[in-house]
């Protein structure tokens, strides 16, 4: 069964402590990868998609990257307001399900 | 631009009573979505709409059904709410199902108890 898993389920950080956090899919063909950021009581909010193993994208201290198997959020220098769920989903190219959706991870980074 | 619009925000039912969450999306997609967000569960879709008058089952469409009667609207109905329908529900949009297109845009959510 196909399968997205994200890694830790929570992680807090000092401010200023870059730190990794991981999505692992088990899934028989993939059509794009993506990461959205959750506030809490709103809706999530695009980040990045990714499409192919060893392409990487930026947006301010995140970054993001893509092997044949998982992806990496990556955080440098975080500060409180980087605080939030970060949330993995997969484009499959099999079956009707537009995107499947891992559970997330809570960040937390403490001033 | 007001994006995808939830209403209402939040709402309390009794077990057994109906009601109907409305989406609403001014970016011209095609493709609108319903999901449920529970705790430890992420976000599952119930249904999904990839044009104006056509819906399709997603992963938990039991005891939901829904309507696209026009392109820009996309109505999640409970005819029978159940507590097990207590939830967060998140409506989204989207051009299409391939490459950028498929960027997936949320609304801010709708909070249901079923007592």
């Known amino acids: 069964e196909d399968q997205v898993t994200q890694s830790p389920e929570a992680l807090r950080l000092q401010e200023g402590e870059s730190s990794s956090l991981n999505c692992s899919y088990t899934v028989s063909g993939l059509r794009g990868l993506f990461w959205y950021r959750q506030d809490p009581g709103k809706g999530p909010e695009f980040l990045f998609t990714?499409?192919?193993a060893g392409e990487e994208k930026e947006k301010e201290r995140l970054k993001a990257t893509l092997t044949k198997k998982e992806s990496f959020l990556h955080i440098t220098a975080p500060k409180p307001e980087d605080s939030a769920t970060y949330l993995c989903?997969?484009?499959?190219?099999?079956?009707?399900?537009?995107?499947?959706f891992g559970k997330g991870t809570r960040l937390s980074v403490i001033a | 631009n007001a994006g995808v619009t939830q209403t209402p925000k939040f709402r309390v039912l009794k077990t057994g009573q109906s009601m109907t969450l409305l989406c609403a999306q001014d970016m011209n997609h095609e493709y609108m979505y319903w999901y449920r967000q529970d705790p430890g569960m992420g976000l599952r879709l119930i249904h999904y709409s990839v044009g104006e008058g056509t819906t399709a089952k997603g992963e938990v469409p039991d005891g939901y059904n829904v309507s696209r009667l026009k392109k820009q609207n996309f109505l999640l109905g409970l005819e029978s709410a159940a507590p097990s329908q207590t939830s967060v529900y998140f409506c989204?949009?989207?051009?299409?199902?391939?490459?950028?297109?498929?960027?997936?845009?949320f609304g801010a959510g709708t909070r249901l108890s079923v007592l």
């Open positions: 990714l499409y192919s």
């Open positions: 989903a997969v484009r499959l190219i099999s079956g009707n399900t537009p995107l499947v």
């Open positions: 989204a949009s989207s051009f299409s199902r391939e490459g950028a297109k498929n960027i997936q845009y």
